[in-house]
């Protein structure tokens, strides 16, 4: 596949509850891949929050598209973990959504773009169903339901699909099938789904691609922060709901829309500030006790911020 001078195609999904992702998602895509065109896939949607789309798109001079997928068509299929919603199995309606498509990248809305994402966009996907960053924590549970190692297992919110490989084998239909079996055996939904029918068949990318919001760093591609290109805020809280790792670079960038004036992140319970310095307290006490990783971890954390940081001064709207 010929990719020379195709702008990067990325794709996102989201209900009316990540709305402000999706913006920030895309304004971040837009600040360092300037060439790149935009498909959102959305859910119940109210008229305001595609009007503020729409003024994104026209401010910025970018190429939006966005593709209706209705609830009833995703209703029936399971949601096990808090965090997530229906709308995450948006992504298995892409290659049926987008039947002119060769190659997309596939992003979750609760991402930020940091750097250029050619690279990916550019990768070998020939034979590949797709290409994607290994999970820096993977449970285990989720990969022995699957019989596939942990160290093949896959994180799913950042993805580059080879749409003609799905459509010509079916496997969204596939997919789809498995998740709505009564017997499904999937504990981690789509994601699950998703690594099962890759099996073999992924491209591996920089961990750069896909670098977790904790207040440890798991991954090991640091020794180069500057390869750093997407921060995925994996878990409760969001940026926008709560105090998080690598927050306040979210909120810059939020703070540049001014179709998102007078945005202010939803306050955390107390519970959820007790819990999250509670994780911060054994990290910085398994450094004191001189474990070498919890050390090693931190001083990833601070030298990942360190570096990005810069990238995010507020100057003004973008």
Known sequence: MKLEGRAVHIVTASDENYVVGVMVLIASVARHNPQARF????????????????????????????????AQSLRGLPISRPHLTRTTY???????????????????????????????????????????????????????????????????????????????????EQCITALSATDCRYLSQDESALNHIARGRVQYLDAGFNLYALDRIWQSPLSDPQAIRVIHYITRPKPWNGNCPFGNLWLQEVARLPEMHGFRPEPQSLRARLTRLNR????????????????????????VHQVLAPRYVTTGHF
């Open 39 to 70: 498909t959102v896939l959305t859910t119940e949607w109210s008229p305001a929050s595609h009007a503020k789309l729409q003024q994104l798109r026209q401010r910025l001079g970018l190429q939006i598209e966005c593709i209706e997928i209705s």
């Open 90 to 172: 948006a992504r298995l309606f892409i290659p049926a959504m987008l039947p002119a498509a060769e190659r997309v990248i596939y992003m979750d809305c609760d991402m930020l773009v940091t750097g250029a994402l050619d690279q990916a966009w550019n990768c070998d996907l020939t034979g590949k169903v797709l290409a994607a960053v290994r999970c820096p924590t993977p449970t285990r549970s989720f990969a022995a339901a699957i019989d596939l190692s942990v160290e093949h297992y896959f994180n799913a919110g950042f993805l580059v699909l080879n749409l003609d490989l799905w459509r010509s084998e079916h496997l969204a």
């Open 280 to 303: 911060i307290r054994k990290a910085y006490m398994g450094q004191w006790v001189g474990k070498v990783q919890y050390a090693r971890q931190i001083e990833a954390h601070q030298l």
